[in-house]
């Protein structure tokens, strides 16, 4: 696009000049001034970078819809997308612990949750009460740059971190902060999915993409 923009420019300011070589001042100088301002707006004409939630397969239209959620999208619960997010989540994954915040440096420890031992029995403590066997080692833990961003939500299962969220506006999901945290959770194999403020973030929307991710 941009390519194109730029050689359409060239193009009209060289017959102008061809125009002008011959005498042609009249054709020729109306031709020079439109490829030189043609020349002028041809950056304007690349596509802008899209934030990902906005094209192609994930769109809201693609995912089932979803029952029991809140009937509500992210400008409900006094226009807080954090407060929504969160209550959806609750509701839509109740076998998962959630937490709200999280630093990308703390996704290698194991969460408060429950987990379960290999010989069945479920656990709170750092030891089966069963078998006596350790509670295992989460994914390796992540030293991530303070400048990070935290992460708005983190699912885990069984004490092991299985989807990040991230909620950013539409101006900041690509900036250095984010993109960092996207780092951070691709280090530590845990899949981090971005939404965007302003969208609506219908339910099947969310849960669709967070359902997409989860093993």
Not at 107 to 113: I, T
Not at 142 to 171: E, H, M, Q, W
Request: aromatic share 12%; glycine share 6%; with cysteine.
């Amino acid at each position: 696009m941009k390519f194109k923009a730029y050689l359409r420019a060239t193009l009209i300011f060289a017959a102008g000049f061809l125009l002008c070589v011959f005498d042609h001042f009249g054709i020729g100088m109306p031709l020079i001034m439109i490829g030189l301002f043609l020349f002028c707006l041809a950056p304007s004409a690349a596509p802008k970078k899209q934030a990902p939630e906005s094209y192609g397969p994930r769109k809201p239209s693609s995912y089932p819809p979803v029952t029991g959620a809140p009937a509500a999208d992210a400008y409900a619960y006094s226009g807080s997308p954090d407060r929504y997010f969160s209550a959806l989540l609750r509701s839509c994954f109740p076998s998962f612990t959630i937490q709200e915040n999280v630093s990308p440096a703390n996704l290698g420890r194991p969460s408060a949750s429950s987990w379960e031992c290999t010989c069945g029995v479920a656990n709170t403590g750092k030891f089966c009460t069963e078998c006596g066997k350790p509670r295992p080692a989460s994914s390796a833990q992540v030293v991530a740059d303070p400048s990070c961003a935290n992460l708005s939500f983190v699912l885990y299962r069984n004490g092991t971190p299985a989807a990040a969220v991230i909620l950013c506006g539409k101006y900041e999901w690509d900036t250095e902060q984010i993109r960092c945290a996207m780092v951070a959770c691709k280090k530590a194999k845990v899949p981090c999915l971005r939404f965007i403020k302003e969208f609506r973030n219908s339910a099947d929307y969310v849960v669709g993409r967070i359902n997409s991710v989860l093993r």
